[in-house]
């Protein structure tokens, strides 16, 4: 794969300027721009859905096994491009290139994992009731997928989202983040280079102002069957009214709000460096961050302390390609301004500063540590997406549980715990899709990736990511 930038939209396997112009992408870490790229327009929407309901007559056809061959073929493009890849993806995302090189590598696996369970699509003899009848299902594609993704994962949810739909059997129409569509169209130069035959993967990236248009023309078309969304709660029950008119098949990954719990019987050093990684992986801005840290109070003076030290220790700010550096901009001003009012609003209220809480240059925002926080305040009651960590103090076990149960987000909570009957008790009663036990990094393409409540509803990745690309057919035969 070259190292030039695909600046155009990806449409029925050709390479096109879209309707609408272009639009500027920019490095949030310098502000420079670094492209313009194809504004598509709902005409160039209605065009790639045309060319995916297309090739799906084809490549439904193909067996699992072939379609496997080509889902392998874009692990490998992945895998083998993954330094032009992540490169591309610091500088229009932000995060540092060690982080980026992880996440193509993430996007990969699931090609490599849907590749097989592809395979595995089985279906069922179903025992008759009646002498006279047989029964059987069969799994089949549900026809050509929108995918929606956000900017804080270019590739990965992208990645998550193709592997599963391609290996069903499913076309797919790609709408990008507006300040990440480089890295979705890098991804569809090594589909391109993999082999996937024209139509099958199409990438549409738009501007903001365009988004909602487009979102619109994905959401009404009747030859999109199935929609699949990362992002933010508001926009998530936005399409979910919009899809109301051709019931599609929908699966949505939404916000956050996870709980951090440190018991009593933590190992505080294992709890710290849990902290660190479920709050600033990212600059803090992913769904699964550590949102609202409960600390014991009999513990709660020693986590601070260790966990100041290792901000202090092993954070370093700046640009993503600079060697060392793991603590990276916020994505654009818009989320930037949200961020630094919600812990302004906190501090005024009474939050205390331990470490940063003041902005830095640009875009950059400090590692900020504050304690005294209560739940009445803007960090500890809505998504923070940004290198915040809100300390709240608890007592007792009862009393933590329901009031990081209040929340009307479920994706993934963690907590901490050497008492082997508090964990299950915990696990089982947080209301979360997800639960990490003296474990911060839960995803990986293996696990059903997905929350409950406000969070969402479907399951991305394991044995039943497919199951939002997939019909059951139930077929009788009389004998
Ligand atoms: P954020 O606020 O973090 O940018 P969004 O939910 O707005 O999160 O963005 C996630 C994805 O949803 C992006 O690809 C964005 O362009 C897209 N998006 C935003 N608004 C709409 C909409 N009305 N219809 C379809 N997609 C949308």
Redesign the pocket.
């Known amino acids: 794969m070259s190292q030039a930038l695909n600046t155009n939209a990806f449409i029925a396997g050709s390479w096109r300027r879209g309707a609408g112009g272009v639009f500027p992408v920019y490095d949030p870490a310098s502000g420079a721009e670094i492209a313009q790229v194809a504004d598509c327009t709902p005409d160039d929407v209605s065009a790639a859905v045309d060319a995916a309901s297309e090739a799906f007559n084809t490549w439904r056809l193909k067996g699992p096994k072939e379609r496997a061959a080509i889902l392998l073929k874009i692990r490998d493009g992945l895998n083998n491009n993954k330094e032009t890849i992540a490169t591309i993806l610091t500088k229009e995302n932000g995060k540092p290139k060690g982080e980026a090189m992880g996440e193509v590598g993430f996007a990969a696996s699931f090609f490599e994992w849907f590749a097989e369970e592809g395979r595995r699509q089985y279906g069922e003899t179903v025992p008759s009731p009646a002498a006279s009848k047989r029964m059987i299902t069969v799994r089949q594609p549900v026809g050509v997928a929108a995918l929606?993704?956000?900017?804080n994962f270019p590739i990965g949810m992208i990645g998550r989202k193709v592997a599963a739909a391609l290996a069903a059997g499913c076309t797919c129409v790609v709408?990008?983040?507006?300040d990440t569509p480089l890295t979705a169209l890098a991804f569809a130069k090594v589909c391109e280079e993999a082999g996937v035959p024209a139509g099958v993967v199409n990438v549409v990236p738009c501007s903001r102002s365009r988004?909602?248009a487009?979102?619109a023309a994905l959401c009404d078309s009747p030859k999109v069957q199935a929609l699949s969304?990362t992002?933010?709660t508001i926009?998530g029950k936005?399409?979910y009214q919009r899809c109301g008119s051709t019931i599609k098949k929908l699966s949505l990954e939404l916000g956050g709000d996870a709980p951090f719990i440190v018991f009593s019987s933590a190992n505080i050093g294992k709890a710290v460096e849990g902290a660190m990684a479920a709050k600033f992986r990212n600059t803090g801005q992913t769904c699964v961050a550590a949102n609202r840290i409960f600390v014991h109070e009999s513990v709660h003076d020693e986590f601070v302390k260790q966990f100041a030290e290792a901000i202090d220790k092993e954070l370093k700010s700046g640009h993503g390609l600079e060697n060392g550096v793991n603590h990276g901009p916020i994505i654009n001003q818009r989320?930037f301004e949200r961020l630094v009012k919600m812990t302004d609003e906190s501090i005024a209220a009474g939050a205390k500063v331990v470490r940063g809480g003041k902005p830095g240059g640009g875009l950059f925002y400090p590692p900020t540590l504050l304690t005294g926080v209560s739940g009445d305040m803007p960090v500890a009651k809505e998504e923070i997406f940004g290198p915040v960590a809100p300390i709240l103090k608890f007592r007792e076990e009862d009393e933590v549980v329901r009031i990081a149960n209040t929340s009307d987000m479920g994706l993934a909570g963690y907590f901490y715990t050497n008492d082997i009957a508090q964990a299950w008790r915990v696990a089982e009663a947080l209301e979360v899709g997800m639960v990490g036990v003296n474990e911060p990094m839960v995803s990986t393409c293996e696990i059903p990736f997905g929350g409950v409540k406000h969070s969402g509803l479907g399951k991305e990745g394991s044995l039943h990511g497919l199951d939002d690309y997939t019909n059951i057919k139930y077929i009788c035969f009389g004998v």
Not at 148 to 151: K, L, R, S
Not at 175 to 178: D, I, Q, S, V
């Open positions: 929606i993704t956000p900017w709408k990008p983040a507006e988004v909602q487009v979102g969304f992002g933010s926009v936005w399409l989320q």
